[in-house]
């Protein structure tokens, strides 16, 4: 595949994707409906995104994601794309979804993926796109028991023309649509028009994205979600600071939030945030007024059952490794035995006292309490920890700097003590639980910092002319470090793996990035007649209405 080649299927998937977003704008949205032309491009992006994983969850209950399915799905979404453009010609910013577009260039390419592509991302793609659901495969590789819809989206892009090549638009897509979103939150201002918290928010939003989360590679299944939820925090916050609800608003809320847990289960903790929004304005006995207001909440909870299905087909958990989660008599599940001592890995790697090389002795004593506190600043804190928030320290002192704060000014913090302190039990849950950056600890720590600092900018009552010179000079230097970044890893990619996207735009896949899919082969080669026996692992499958059951006699 040559570069043109690429540019051009990952342009089409772009355009499809978009097209999926239109008629979700259109006829599934209440509040944020398609006849209004303020909505951003970005948003109508994040829904085909959501819409498309929905699609893809519901899809596979019944048939394998092969080429015939993924084609159809592609260009229903361009003919969507097509005839939303021309029968109604939106007059969307087309210009900021432009350059966001031509800024990515560089990050799509890449040579090495993510570490855990290749343990088991490519193969619960190619598992979905293979097979229709299937339960108790965990028998074949424990990493099966991790769902995310990431899987799911990617598993629509596998096509002829694709192949496994584009498992990278997830994230991507994602950056390229919130970017539309923030760049036209910062530069749509008029000139007379008072700079709020909100914007400084979107200000340091665009650098969380661009500079600390740059490389793509790295995003696998927890970056996304985190980028996600800062713009969760920003629109709950907008909502939470009128009186009145900002019904447009809240929707985008609940579609996000939606998106977020079927991401990484355990971000429903996050929707602490979502149920102070909620009885602000409803009660808990006008719950059923609330459904009313917003029937886009049917498709969230679909969503998010499909994602628990899935979970509960594969580990016999609801939420894995959530033990409480698990149900002990399906005769095809993990077992809860075995989920308690993977959560105790689980912890146990969080907290710095295992990694591929080493193990703390007594690890159920290192981990209990606190002990693990001192040994965690040691091995992670430094320079993990470190590093990122002398990153966030430079950053606001830039921002001081360049809208040269006359006197520190809190006025208004009330308005804010509440949602600042759901970031505080958040972190302080992150901490004690999973104190790891990727497990959340990056937006968290992030938003601690820059919400105060956010309050103390605005309160300096600057209009955006005033101040569209600094304005100008952030957003340049954060689309210079971005491109450059990307552009210094791929010159490293080049003199390291010999990667030249000119010649070969793909990322790497060797052959034992199938050891998954192999080892389940092995067994089971034709999963059409499962009803085989192994006897050297004790494994037998058979079909029950239609499904393979895979489990241990």
């Known amino acids: 595949m040559n570069i043109i080649e690429f540019i051009v299927i990952f342009s089409v998937l772009l355009f ?14 209440s509040h944020n409906n398609f006849t209004k032309n303020n909505i951003s491009i970005g948003y109508i992006g994040i829904f085909g995104i959501f819409f498309s994983i929905l699609i893809s969850y519901f899809t596979n209950l019944i048939t394998p994601h092969n080429n015939l399915h993924n084609t159809i799905f592609l260009l229903i979404g361009i003919f969507f794309f097509i005839f939303f453009n021309l029968k109604y010609k939106k007059k969307f910013f087309l210009k900021y979804f432009i350059f966001s577009y031509l800024i990515s260039f560089f990050s799509i390419f890449y040579f090495k993926s993510h570490d855990d592509f290749s343990y088991y991302h490519l193969s619960s793609i190619i598992n979905i796109t293979e097979n229709k659901l299937e339960f108790g495969i965990h028998h074949f590789d424990i990493a099966f028991n991790h769902i995310s819809s990431i899987f799911h989206f990617h598993s629509l892009f596998k096509t002829f023309f694709t192949e496994n090549y584009f498992y990278q638009i997830g994230p991507l897509f994602i950056v390229i649509f919130i970017n539309t979103i923030l760049f036209e939150n910062i530069l749509k201002k008029k000139n007379n028009q008072s700079l709020d918290m909100s914007f400084y928010l979107n200000l340091f939003f665009l650098i969380f994205t661009n500079i600390f989360f740059y490389r793509l590679a790295e995003h696998g299944t927890d970056r996304s979600a985190q980028i996600l939820f800062f713009l969760t925090f920003i629109l709950s916050f907008l909502i939470l600071e009128t009186k009145k609800l900002s019904y447009d608003k809240f929707e985008i ?12 289960s355990f971000y429903i903790l996050y929707s602490i945030l979502l149920l102070v929004v909620y009885f602000k304005f409803f009660k808990l006995l006008n719950f059923s007024k609330f459904v009313k207001s917003f029937p886009v909440v049917y498709l969230c909870v679909i969503t998010i059952f499909l994602v628990s299905l899935n979970s509960l087909a594969v580990s016999g958990c609801f939420v894995y490794p959530v033990v409480f989660t698990c149900v002990e008599n399906f005769f095809w599940g993990y077992g809860k035995e075995k989920v308690i001592l993977a959560m105790e890995w689980y912890e146990l790697w969080s907290k710095a006292g295992a990694n591929p090389n080493l193990r703390v002795q007594n690890p159920t004593e290192y981990v209990d309490g606190l002990n693990w506190v001192s040994n ?6 430094f320079n993990k920890v470190s590093d990122f928030l002398l990153g966030i320290l430079f950053v606001i002192l830039i921002f001081l700097i360049s809208f040269r704060i006359k006197k520190i000014n809190l006025r208004n913090f009330k308005n804010l ?37 956010s309050l103390i900018i605005s309160n300096q009552n600057y209009n955006f002319k005033e101040k569209k010179k600094p304005i100008k000079i952030i957003l340049s230097i954060v689309i210079l470090v971005f491109i450059s970044r990307n552009v210094n890893r791929l010159i490293t990619e080049n003199e390291i793996y010999n990667y030249n996207l000119f010649k070969n735009p793909v990322y790497n896949i060797q052959d034992q990035y199938f050891t998954m899919q192999n080892r389940k082969k092995t067994h089971f080669y034709n999963t059409k007649i499962c009803d085989l026996n192994n006897s050297k692992t004790n494994l037998k499958c058979k079909k029950i209405a239609g499904f393979n059951f895979y489990f241990k006699y």
């Open 16 to 29: 499809s994707i978009i097209g999926y977003g239109l008629f979700f704008s259109k006829y599934l949205t």
């Open 253 to 264: 809320v609940l579609i996000l939030f939606a998106l977020i847990v079927s991401l990484k």
């Open 376 to 381: 965690w600043f040691d091995n992670y804190f």
């Open 417 to 453: 003590t509440f949602i600042y302190l759901i970031l505080i039990l958040l972190f302080i849950e992150w901490f004690l639980n999973h104190p790891t950056l990727r497990y959340g600890g990056y937006v968290l720590i992030y938003l601690i910092f820059v919400t105060p600092v």
